[in-house]
């Protein structure tokens, strides 16, 4: 096989994100876009950015900002983590906590330590898009992940072959793309569950400082380290991020686990690109410091008045037959069409005739099923904007019902 | 197989990079230091950076910098470094060109892209040790690279199994560990092979623009496309780094190659870590643009001054028997020592009895042959440490020659 047949051959290991390849697409400012669940740049705290760089570089850490650094991360942000989750109900160190450059990062390392081809991960039906996609280059295979599913786990672990069947992935709080939360009896059924089968639960917690109201659930990590009386006999690992709460640019993000977890990640992360940025680092645990908490109750107030400006708007502009979630914090609200209506179609459609757009469901599937099913976010839209845009919507699809 | 079990299984996949697990001992302030292979951090353009990350913040680009951004990295960073490929002999554009967090990230994405359990990678014997830690996550074998080698392309399939040899990796210019570079005929002799054996050429340019003295060579990736006639036909990848010239903390590199290439590490990056830190690529370019040439003539002066001192140390206290490199260029020079004489015993002793420090050679070594060999580091020893250094390490050398 010489150079270019090979490169050929590797394609078939990947393929863009249909999410990323439509985000290029929307640059036309009079397009109306729900599609991007990224956070709105407007809410960012970059003023007290904008200060601490300065302060950080004119002070005595400038030098070692800029220099090499250890591959665990920087030490007084990893504290100022692990103090966070033990008021989360996850008593640990600092050495257990390694920074990772976003979740996004955690989902690969994860992947390549825990996948081998063949082997199963159970994904959550629909899931996060990115989680697929840092797994896919494991080439496993996957499995339906529902607490409450009803198959004993001997069921699922014969379906996949003994020992196959290598985590369970999910989004507890405010998934992306659904919205929902794990309810706390169905995360204690998913740690039974996870223990009957000896498996991992990764835990990805991009939105859980987001939530507009109803009552606060604990981690997952937080569960199993009350049941199995400390972090250190724990299954879980959870993948943290500053990318909702104070900005992704920075790619600064975190796993909490245990030790032996932690371990095996930093020789990977030192393997693969040696550390996350050693300045983005220095600089976010000052921001921190100062005003995350401060910083996060305002993002709740202008998201929640967005959440519901769309739900408010759904309520108003939707055809009978499509009905939709209404989650308690986070980005998303997941719709559910008639069953004949494709997504995917429907935003070419929408884009077309009434420059609105949305990520349709179909690619959150991992066996692409479910097309009748699309993503709203709200966290870059003005209630006026919301309000228009699900006219427009509205109209697309009684457009196409009335064929 | 449970969970732990599961885990306990996945350590041998990894093992801890000696070199950095040494310089955690090197904290002690008495100690003389020629084992860490980073750039000397008084000689950062602390000041360039700190006002640019003031005025980057302070403009229009403030909230960009701080949201997510594209895989392929920052456009005006990637036109400015096809700009640089250009004056370096390789014509490219910008969708030729994809920015990394540092180009250690580059190695693991061609490892990841190029490597399945078994294949066979060739590396220089010695290498560099971060390529080994990225290239083992994807369990390859490896086979000595040396350009000159004699055996026919043919047999070294043979030996690897048909197919088996993906690619060859190198640091051609003031390679770490060596110092050494590799002349213009092996270059050529490296591309005849490669296109022989249908394989990749990964070059790793990590040190290129620390030229001190002697002539320039191409890079292998210019030879590439002078005779296989636009960089679209070329079978080499480059790797670049803004680690040694302005500064590592900031996790800024560049991977230069044909588009196939490019196109499926963006799709590789995408489902990793989604791109590097979007601030840190503006800046870098920024400060890239004001000062690029100008600060690296001044790195080297300072460098080669100190690989000056090093050189004349050596030439006054190392005992007969001893010999090493003499490099034109980079940061490193290489010792090769009488046979009996352990790399790694002669350091234990070297820091016990003399508190001089350098890395044993045996670990840059794909079957840790070679133990008496050693690396020092000249970069952040200044002239008076370094004479200092090498009394002692004569001294440490001579007490074990007597035995």
Redesign the interface.
Known sequence: ???N????S??A?????EI?ELLKLLDQPDIISFAGG??D??L?P?QA??ET??SV??GPL??????????EGYLPLREWLAARMAALGVPCGAENILIT??S??AL?YLG???LSPGDTAMVGWPTYL?AL??F??YEPRYERLDPLDNRPAGELVDAAA??AV?FAYLTPDFANPTGETLPLAQRHALLDR?EAM???VIEDSAYQALRYDGEAVPPILALDVARSGGIENT?TIYCGSF?KTL?????VGWVCAAK??IQ?LV??K???????????QIVTHQVAEKLFDRHVAGLHATYSARRDALLAALAREMPEGVSWTRPEGGMFIWLTLPEAMDGAALLARAIATEKVAFVPGGAFFADGSNRNTLRLSFSCASPSQIDEGMARLGRVMRSRLEK
Chains 1, 2 share one sequence.
């Open positions: 096989m010489d150079w047949t090979l490169l050929a590797r394609g290991r990947m393929k863009a994100s990323r990224i956070p740049p407007t960012f970059a950015f904008a760089f300065a570089m004119a400038a030098n070692s900002a800029l220099q090499y650094s250890v591959s450059s976003g996004q990062q690969d390549k330590l825990l990115g996609g840092a896919n280059a003994p020992g290598k996870a000896g498996i991992a299954r990318s900005a992704p640019g920075l790619r032996p977890v095996r020789l990977m030192q393997a693969a690109d040696l550390h996350s940025a050693t300045l983005n």
